[in-house]
């Protein structure tokens, strides 16, 4: 029997629509690489699989809810990259905020190794 790798589109929906929204963190070992560099306009850093993570449950950390809405996801044809835009809905103490951005994401694997986004806005796409 043999065990099947997600698609590329697959690891990027489950990475936000899992991990992220469902809180499921123990996906983290699956989705997301050893290393995973996140590229913005002038500078990337790279984060292990714990900085990743730790992003993630820090983040969890300081909202009472957050959830992210994927408005549209291509994939790339390359079997690697996954670019999607995405609206964000985070609350704490009854204050609502909506961020919204572009990723692109490369997946080698199965795994998410780096992702490409410059930076965040308030609000949603309209």
């Known amino acids: 029997m043999t065990s099947s790798v997600r698609t590329a589109r697959e690891v990027v929906e489950a990475y936000n629509l899992e991990l992220w929204n ?22 990337s850093h790279t984060l292990t699989r714990a900085e990743a993570l730790k992003r993630v449950t820090d983040t969890w950390a300081e909202m009472d809810s957050l959830r992210f809405d994927l408005n549209i996801v291509i994939d790339g044809g390359d079997g690697e990259h996954v670019a ?12 609502e905020v909506k961020v919204a951005s572009i990723e692109v994401f490369r997946v080698v694997n199965g795994q998410i190794v780096e992702v490409w986004n410059c930076g965040y806005k308030l609000g949603a796409w309209s």
């Not at 469902?22 to 500078?43: K, S, W």
């Not at 999607?84 to 204050?95: G, P, Q």
Request: charged share 40%; no cysteine.
């Open 84 to 95: 999607m835009v995405w609206d964000s809905t985070m609350a704490k103490d009854d204050n």
């Open 22 to 43: 469902a809180r499921r963190f123990e996906l983290a070992d699956e989705l997301i690489a050893d290393t995973m560099i996140r590229h913005d306009v002038g500078e």
